[in-house]
C-alpha cells in the first residue's frame, strides 16, 4: 500500500482501470482537517464510477472533537449519513457519533433478531445534534479501529465477491492481505462480523463482503484513498487477464444489434408503449439507453441464463428489481399497429407481474409491508438496448447505471467462475427491510406534476420558457422546443443550470415541419418514455392594415398558428393513445380570437381557428381521456420575439401611441388595471394540469386583466 512518503510517485497513469484524482495542493489546503479530508477524498471516490455507483457506499473518518459537555477531548467518528451520495457529499450529509458510545452498544445488543431496535440506539450516540440520520452501515465502520474507511461497491470487486470460487479467488489474488466476510444483511452484527474478520487476521489492508463490496482503510484520507484505488485497480486487472480466456465474453453474440439510427428508432416507437404497461400501478417515467456494454449482454447466448438470476449487491435490485423483463420481439419488429403490439406485450407484462407477486408470497413475513409495484424496472430489448422506468428521471436513470453495474459484475464473475446471485429469500428481507420502508416513508410527497412529461413549443423565451419553468418547478420533465437554434441553447444553459440535466430534454422544432415534430416527439419516448402535456404556445404575429396584408402574411400565420397547433396535436396524441394514460393538449390563443381590433385580420382569423379547433379536438379525444383546453392571454410582452419586432409597431400604431407606452395602455384598458407577465400565462396551464380540473375539456380561459369585450359567451 502506498505510503503518504509516495504520494509523488503515484500518478493519473499509475492507474488503468480508476481515476487517480488526488491534488496534493487542495489536500495541503485541507490539513489538519480531518472531516474536510474525508469530504475531498469521498467526492474523488464519488466521481469514478467504476468505483462506486450513484447513492451507494460510505465513507468515514474518526478524529478527536471537543465534547460539548465536558470540553475534554473525545473520539467522534463522521460517516455518511442515511441517503447520501458520496460524489456529492458535503458536511451536512454527515453524521457525527461517539464513538466510544456506539461500540458501548454492544452490552445491549440482543442478537441477529432484533437488528432493527439498533438503529434507532444510534440516535443515543449523536456528537453534532445537526447530523444527518445514521445510515444501517454505521456500525460497520463503527467497530474497526481505523482513522479512515471506506464502503464502496466497485463492479471489478464485487464481480470477484459474487463468483461461487470467490473466497478463494480473493485469498489467492491479495495473498491473504483481504479478508473474506460471507453475505450479510449490513447491520449492527455485519460490523461486529467485520471486526471478528480483523481480529483473525491482523494486518490486513481490507475485507470483502460476499455478494456485496468492499472494505478498506487507512491511517489517512490519503492512505485510505490509494488503499481502495490498488485494490480495485488488482481486481479489475485480474478481470480483464481472464475476459474471453475461458470462453467467449457472455457465450458469444447469439444475435447483431441494428445500427444506432434504427435502434434509436425502434426504441422511441416502443418506449410509450412500455411506459404505459409500466404505469398500471404509477405512472412511472422512462429512461433509454443502447450502451455498448448493455449490448454485448442482451445480444449474448447467456442473456437467457443469467437475466432471470438477478442482481446481487444490494444497492443493485433495491433500484432495479430483483430480474428484469427480456423481450421476445425480434430487433425489427413492425411497431406500426399498436394494437397487435400490445397483444403480443401483454402476456410478458401479465407473467412478470405474477412471477413478482409469487416472490412477495414465498418470501413475505407476518410484518413485511404490502406488495409494491410489481412490474418491472428494467426492460431488455435484445437487439436495441434497455429502458428503465421509475417514478422520476433521475431514478430510472440511475436504475439504468446500476443494472449496467450489474451487468458488469456478471461478466466479471462469469470470466473467472461461474456468476451467484442472492437467493431469493435473502433479496426479499432487504428489498421489504422495514428500515427500508421507513427511508421510503420518510421521502417527500411527490410534487403536482410528479411522473408527467410536458412538451411546450416555442419555450425559448416568453409565455413558452415560463410554462416550461413552472411545469419543472411542479415536478414534471419538460422538453422545451424553438425553432431559433441560438435561443433554445440558451435556454439550455438556463434549465440545465436551474434543474439539472434530469428535468428536461431540448429539440430544434418549426412546427410546420412534420420531421421536426416527430423529432420532438421521439425526443420524448427517448428521454422520458412518452408524453403527457402538449402545449401549443409557438407563434407569430403580424399586425397589418388590410390592403398592406400580403397571401405571404396570411400563409404563415396559418401555418404556424393554426396547421402547426394541428400537427402537434395530432402527433403528440400518437403518443398518449400508444400510452393509454389520458393526457393533456393547451392551447395558448388569444384574446384576438373573440375580440375584433384594427389591423388583424390575418392573426385575430388565425387565432379564431385555434380557438375552434380545440373544441373540435376536445369533442373528439374526450374518449381517450386526452382533455384539451385553452389559455386566452392579453399582450403578454415580457421576453417576446413577437413584441420585439414590426408587431409592437403595428399596434402601437392601431392605437396612437408610442411603442414604450403599449404596457401601460393595455393595461389601462383592463377591468383590474394590470400587466400580464408569462409567469401568469404559466399559471393559468397549470390551473389546468394540476390535478384540480381533471374532468374539464373544451374550456377557455381568459388571463388578459379583463377585457369585457373579450368574455366568453
Same mark, same amino acid.
Given at each position: 500500500?502506498? /505510503?503518504?512518503?509516495?504520494?509523488?510517485?503515484?500518478?493519473?497513469?499509475?492507474?488503468?482501470?480508476?481515476?487517480?484524482?488526488?491534488?496534493?495542493?487542495?489536500?495541503?489546503?485541507?490539513?489538519?482537517?480531518?472531516?474536510?479530508?474525508?469530504?475531498?477524498?469521498?467526492?474523488?471516490?464519488?466521481?469514478?464510477?467504476?468505483?462506486?455507483?450513484?447513492?451507494?457506499?460510505?465513507?468515514?473518518?474518526?478524529?478527536?472533537?471537543?465534547?460539548?459537555?465536558?470540553?475534554?477531548?473525545?473520539?467522534?467518528?463522521?460517516?455518511?449519513?442515511?441517503?447520501?451520495?458520496?460524489?456529492?457529499?458535503?458536511?451536512?450529509?454527515?453524521?457525527?457519533?461517539?464513538?466510544?458510545?456506539?461500540?458501548?452498544?454492544?452490552?445491549?445488543?440482543?442478537?441477529?433478531?432484533?437488528?432493527?431496535?439498533?438503529?434507532?440506539?444510534?440516535?443515543?450516540?449523536?456528537?453534532?445534534?445537526?447530523?444527518?440520520?445514521?445510515?444501517?452501515?454505521?456500525?460497520?465502520?463503527?467497530?474497526?479501529?481505523?482513522?479512515?474507511?471506506?464502503?464502496?461497491?466497485?463492479?471489478?470487486?464485487?464481480?470477484?465477491?459474487?463468483?461461487?470460487?470467490?473466497?478463494?479467488?480473493?485469498?489467492?489474488?491479495?495473498?491473504?492481505?483481504?479478508?473474506?466476510?460471507?453475505?450479510?444483511?449490513?447491520? %449492527?452484527?455485519?460490523?461486529?462480523?467485520?471486526?471478528?474478520?480483523?481480529?483473525?487476521?491482523?494486518?490486513?489492508?481490507?475485507?470483502?463482503?460476499?455478494?456485496?463490496?468492499?472494505?478498506?482503510?487507512?491511517?489517512?484520507?490519503?492512505?485510505?484513498?490509494?488503499?481502495?484505488?490498488?485494490?480495485?485497480?488488482?481486481?479489475?486487472?485480474?478481470?480483464?487477464?481472464?475476459?474471453?480466456?475461458?470462453?467467449?465474453?457472455?457465450?458469444?453474440?447469439?444475435?447483431?444489434?441494428?445500427?444506432?439510427?434504427?435502434?434509436?428508432?425502434?426504441?422511441?416507437?416502443?418506449?410509450?408503449?412500455?411506459?404505459?404497461?409500466?404505469?398500471?400501478?404509477?405512472?412511472?417515467?422512462?429512461?433509454?439507453?443502447?450502451?455498448?456494454?448493455?449490448?454485448?449482454?442482451?445480444? /449474448?447466448?447467456?442473456?437467457?441464463?443469467?437475466?432471470?438470476?438477478?442482481?446481487?449487491?444490494?444497492?443493485?435490485?433495491?433500484?432495479?428489481?430483483?430480474?428484469?423483463?427480456?423481450?421476445?420481439?425480434?430487433?425489427?419488429?413492425?411497431?406500426?399497429?399498436?394494437?397487435?403490439?400490445? *397483444?403480443?406485450?401483454?402476456?410478458?407484462?401479465?407473467?412478470?407481474?405474477?412471477?413478482?407477486?409469487?416472490?412477495?408470497?414465498?418470501?413475505?413475513?407476518?410484518?413485511?409491508?404490502?406488495?409494491?409495484?410489481?412490474?418491472?424496472?428494467?426492460?431488455?430489448?435484445?437487439?436495441?438496448?434497455?429502458?428503465?422506468?421509475?417514478?422520476?428521471?433521475?431514478?430510472?436513470?440511475?436504475?439504468?447505471?446500476?443494472?449496467?453495474?450489474?451487468?458488469?459484475?456478471?461478466?466479471?464473475?462469469?470470466?473467472?467462475?461461474?456468476?451467484? /446471485?442472492?437467493?431469493?429469500?435473502?433479496?426479499?428481507?432487504?428489498?421489504?427491510?422495514?428500515?427500508?420502508?421507513?427511508?421510503?416513508?420518510?421521502?417527500?410527497?411527490?410534487?403536482?406534476?410528479?411522473?408527467?412529461?410536458?412538451?411546450?413549443?416555442?419555450?425559448?423565451?416568453?409565455?413558452?420558457?415560463?410554462?416550461?419553468?413552472?411545469?419543472?418547478?411542479?415536478?414534471?420533465?419538460?422538453?422545451?422546443?424553438?425553432?431559433?437554434?441560438?435561443?433554445?441553447?440558451?435556454?439550455?444553459?438556463? %434549465?440545465?443550470?436551474?434543474?439539472?440535466?434530469?428535468?428536461?430534454?431540448?429539440?430544434?422544432?418549426?412546427?410546420?415541419?412534420? *420531421?421536426?415534430?416527430?423529432?420532438?416527439?421521439?425526443?420524448?419516448?427517448?428521454?422520458?418514455?412518452?408524453?403527457?402535456?402538449?402545449?401549443?404556445?409557438?407563434?407569430?404575429?403580424?399586425?397589418?392594415?388590410?390592403?398592406?396584408?400580403?397571401?405571404?402574411?396570411?400563409?404563415?400565420?396559418?401555418?404556424?398558428?393554426?396547421?402547426?397547433? %394541428?400537427?402537434?396535436?395530432?402527433?403528440?396524441?400518437?403518443?398518449?393513445?400508444?400510452?393509454?394514460?389520458?393526457?393533456?393538449?393547451?392551447?395558448?390563443? /388569444?384574446?384576438?380570437?373573440?375580440?375584433?381590433?384594427?389591423?388583424?385580420?390575418?392573426?385575430?382569423?388565425?387565432?379564431?381557428?385555434?380557438?375552434?379547433?380545440?373544441?373540435?379536438?376536445?369533442?373528439?379525444?374526450?374518449?381517450?381521456?386526452?382533455?384539451?383546453?385553452?389559455?386566452?392571454?392579453?399582450?403578454?410582452?415580457?421576453?417576446?420575439?413577437?413584441?420585439?419586432?414590426?408587431?409592437? *409597431?403595428?399596434?402601437?400604431?392601431?392605437?396612437?401611441?408610442?411603442?414604450?407606452?403599449?404596457?401601460?395602455?393595455?393595461?389601462?384598458?383592463?377591468?383590474?388595471?394590470?400587466?400580464?407577465?408569462?409567469?401568469?400565462?404559466?399559471?393559468?396551464?397549470?390551473?389546468?394540469?394540476?390535478?384540480?380540473?381533471?374532468?374539464?375539456?373544451?374550456?377557455?380561459?381568459?388571463?388578459?386583466?379583463?377585457?369585457?369585450?373579450?368574455?366568453?359567451?
Amino acid at each position: 500500500m502506498a /505510503s503518504e512518503k509516495g504520494k509523488n510517485a503515484l500518478t493519473s497513469k499509475t492507474f488503468k482501470h480508476v481515476s487517480y484524482l488526488w491534488d496534493e495542493e487542495k489536500a495541503l489546503s485541507l490539513a489538519g482537517d480531518e472531516v474536510g479530508l474525508l469530504i475531498y477524498r469521498s467526492n474523488l471516490l464519488g466521481a469514478d464510477l467504476r468505483l462506486t455507483n450513484y447513492g451507494g457506499g460510505n465513507t468515514s473518518c474518526k478524529a478527536l472533537a471537543k465534547d460539548p459537555l465536558t470540553g475534554k477531548e473525545t473520539e467522534v467518528m463522521w460517516v455518511k449519513g442515511s441517503g447520501g451520495d458520496i460524489g456529492t457529499l458535503k458536511r451536512s450529509g454527515l453524521a457525527a457519533l461517539y464513538v466510544d458510545r456506539l461500540r458501548s452498544l454492544t452490552n445491549v445488543y440482543r442478537g441477529v433478531r432484533y437488528e432493527d431496535e439498533m438503529v434507532e440506539l444510534f440516535n443515543h450516540c449523536i456528537y453534532d445534534l445537526a447530523s444527518k440520520a445514521p445510515s444501517i452501515d454505521t456500525p460497520l465502520h463503527g467497530f474497526l479501529p481505523f482513522k479512515h474507511i471506506d464502503h464502496l461497491h466497485p463492479d471489478a470487486a464485487i464481480a470477484i465477491a459474487a463468483a461461487k470460487d470467490g473466497k478463494r479467488i480473493t485469498q489467492e489474488l491479495f495473498s491473504g492481505t483481504i479478508g473474506w466476510v460471507e453475505w450479510q444483511r449490513p447491520g %449492527f452484527d455485519l460490523g461486529l462480523k467485520l471486526k471478528q474478520c480483523l481480529d483473525e487476521n491482523p494486518g490486513i489492508r481490507g475485507i470483502m463482503l460476499g455478494s456485496h463490496g468492499l472494505f478498506t482503510w487507512g491511517d489517512t484520507a490519503y492512505e485510505s484513498y490509494v488503499n481502495t484505488l490498488e485494490v480495485v485497480e488488482r481486481c479489475a486487472e485480474y478481470l480483464e487477464e481472464n475476459y474471453g480466456k475461458k470462453r467467449a465474453v457472455f457465450g458469444g453474440e447469439k444475435l447483431k444489434s441494428l445500427p444506432a439510427a434504427q435502434r434509436l428508432q425502434q426504441a422511441a416507437a416502443l418506449a410509450p408503449v412500455l411506459r404505459g404497461f409500466c404505469s398500471s400501478h404509477t405512472r412511472m417515467i422512462g429512461h433509454f439507453t443502447d450502451d455498448d456494454r448493455v449490448l454485448e449482454f442482451i445480444n /449474448s447466448n447467456d442473456l437467457s441464463r443469467l437475466a432471470p438470476l438477478g442482481t446481487s449487491c444490494p444497492d443493485h435490485f433495491l433500484r432495479t428489481k430483483i430480474s428484469p423483463l427480456v423481450l421476445t420481439l425480434a430487433p425489427t419488429e413492425a411497431l406500426t399497429d399498436v394494437k397487435a403490439l400490445k *397483444e403480443k406485450l401483454t402476456p410478458a407484462f401479465e407473467g412478470y407481474r405474477a412471477l413478482y407477486k409469487e416472490y412477495y408470497e414465498t418470501c413475505k413475513h407476518p410484518n413485511s409491508p404490502a406488495m409494491r409495484d410489481p412490474n418491472p424496472v428494467v426492460i431488455l430489448y435484445p437487439g436495441v438496448g434497455m429502458f428503465t422506468f421509475a417514478k422520476d428521471k433521475q431514478t430510472a436513470r440511475v436504475a439504468a447505471e446500476f443494472y449496467i453495474n450489474a451487468i458488469n459484475v456478471m461478466k466479471g464473475a462469469e470470466a473467472v467462475s461461474e456468476y451467484t /446471485s442472492l437467493p431469493r429469500q435473502e433479496a426479499f428481507n432487504i428489498e421489504y427491510w422495514l428500515l427500508e420502508e421507513a427511508k421510503l416513508q420518510r421521502m417527500p410527497k411527490p410534487k403536482a406534476l410528479s411522473g408527467r412529461v410536458a412538451l411546450v413549443t416555442g419555450s425559448a423565451g416568453g409565455i413558452g420558457k415560463a410554462i416550461a419553468k413552472k411545469f419543472a418547478d411542479e415536478g414534471a420533465c419538460v422538453i422545451i422546443s424553438d425553432n431559433d437554434a441560438a435561443r433554445l441553447k440558451s435556454a439550455e444553459e438556463e %434549465f440545465t443550470k436551474q434543474y439539472g440535466k434530469d428535468a428536461f430534454a431540448n429539440a430544434l422544432l418549426d412546427v410546420t415541419r412534420h *420531421e421536426d415534430i416527430q423529432g420532438s416527439m421521439d425526443v420524448a419516448a427517448l428521454a422520458f418514455g412518452g408524453v403527457d402535456i402538449i402545449v401549443n404556445n409557438a407563434g407569430l404575429s403580424i399586425s397589418k392594415p388590410l390592403e398592406d396584408h400580403t397571401e405571404k402574411d396570411w400563409d404563415i400565420l396559418y401555418d404556424v398558428l393554426v396547421k402547426g397547433q %394541428f400537427l402537434m396535436t395530432q402527433a403528440g396524441v400518437n403518443v398518449m393513445r400508444k400510452q393509454a394514460l389520458g393526457g393533456d393538449v393547451l392551447n395558448i390563443v /388569444s384574446k384576438n380570437a373573440t375580440v375584433s381590433g384594427p389591423n388583424n385580420a390575418g392573426y385575430g382569423s388565425a387565432k379564431a381557428a385555434q380557438l375552434h379547433l380545440s373544441r373540435l379536438n376536445a369533442a373528439e379525444l374526450g374518449p381517450d381521456k386526452i382533455r384539451v383546453n385553452v389559455i386566452n392571454p392579453d399582450a403578454v410582452i415580457a421576453d417576446s420575439k413577437i413584441w420585439a419586432g414590426a408587431w409592437a *409597431e403595428g399596434r402601437a400604431k392601431a392605437y396612437g401611441v408610442k411603442v414604450e407606452e403599449l404596457p401601460a395602455f393595455y393595461a389601462k384598458r383592463t377591468l383590474l388595471n394590470e400587466i400580464i407577465l408569462p409567469e401568469d400565462i404559466a399559471n393559468a396551464c397549470f390551473a389546468f394540469v394540476g390535478g384540480l380540473l381533471n374532468k374539464s375539456t373544451g374550456n377557455a380561459l381568459n388571463v388578459d386583466g379583463g377585457v369585457a369585450a373579450g368574455f366568453m359567451r
